[in-house]
């Protein structure tokens, strides 16, 4: 018995040290050049280094540009930038692959502003996206450095972009969220006390509009007693379940109301509420929903 017994154990193991050995000669699948019809629609995405004089620090730019970019020397395009680029930009570009092959939007330079990592933008953001310093209570240890960071974008980034692409100056595009989404609202209203407007197309997904007891409701009115024009097409979007306590009930829907009822010649706005979509989860939408309202022709609302 013992002798059959042993007999069986060594033809297991012989008979699994053989299928490994199988198994292991199997060669390894190789990734597809392209995976699917809209994968090769842009070029790889490339990352270089930036110094700002205006925030006196290096950000990470990340870049994609349409891989038919060089076929046609008169061909001017969208520009679109991403903010929070270490977390938005590769999962935002996928996005606009897919609705660059079905037509929602033309083909664009696509730039992301990012930091050295995500530990580091994640530190950092508050920094370049707020405005004025936070109050304490936000615990924020760097704050209210958003007109620094406008004037990166309108005096270092844009330039150079310009010199490196053909840009459609007509269609450039900024996107953020959250503290992003709130800097992008600041951007615009900024733009309009200084009557210059380098970007004229805004996509602001779950903005902060809470920040420093609703500094940007006070903005927006300060603004618009200027009565000047304002040249641009804005998209804001939340999520209900951002909008679930006392202080930010009905914010986007007051927020919204606000600019409407102040009649911005040239300006237009949609707003647009995400029912059962969080803070997190309501960004990427928003990004997709905010760019195919951008690249649709105007129509009124």
């Known amino acids: 018995m013992p002798t059959i017994y042993s007999l069986l154990v060594f033809v297991i193991i012989f008979a699994a040290c053989k299928q490994n050995t199988n198994t292991a000669k199997q060669p390894i699948p190789q990734p597809a050049t392209f995976l699917t019809e809209f994968s090769n629609i842009y070029n790889s995405p490339v990352k270089k280094t930036m110094y700002s004089t205006f925030v006196k620090d290096t950000f990470s730019i990340f870049q994609s540009v349409p891989a038919d970019y060089n076929k046609d020397s008169s061909t001017k395009y969208p520009l679109i930038i991403i903010l929070d680029a270490n977390a938005f930009f590769e999962p935002l570009l996928g996005n606009i692959k897919f609705s660059t092959f079905i037509g929602d939007i033309k083909e664009s330079v696509v730039t992301g502003i990012g930091y050295n990592d995500f530990p580091t933008m994640d530190s950092l953001r508050s920094r370049d996206?707020?405005?004025?310093?936070?109050?304490?209570?936000?615990?924020?240890?760097?704050?209210?450095?958003?007109?620094?960071?406008?004037?990166?974008?309108?005096?270092?980034?844009?330039?150079?972009?310009?010199?490196?692409?053909r840009i459609d100056t007509q269609k450039i595009v900024l996107c953020g969220h959250s503290l992003g989404g709130y800097f992008v609202l600041y951007y615009l209203l900024k733009s309009g006390r200084e009557n210059k407007f380098s970007i004229t197309n805004f996509v602001s997904a779950s903005p902060s509009l809470f920040y420093d007891n609703r500094y940007i409701f006070g903005m927006e009115d300060s603004l618009s007693k200027m009565q000047v024009p304002i040249p641009a097409r804005l998209y804001i979007s939340m999520g209900s379940r951002d909008m679930d306590d006392k202080e930010t009930r009905d914010i986007l829907k007051t927020f919204a109301k606000q600019m409407r009822t102040h009649h911005y010649s040239g300006l237009q706005v949609l707003a647009d509420e995400y029912s059962n979509f969080g803070h997190i989860d309501a960004a990427l939408p928003g990004f997709a929903k905010g760019l195919t309202f951008i690249f649709t022709e105007k129509k009124k609302l």
Request: glycine share 6%; hydrophobic share 35%; no cysteine.
């Open 129 to 165: 996206y707020t405005y004025p310093v936070a109050l304490s209570e936000y615990e924020m240890a760097l704050s209210g450095g958003a007109d620094k960071f406008k004037d990166f974008i309108d005096k270092e980034l844009l330039p150079q972009i310009k010199s490196q692409y």
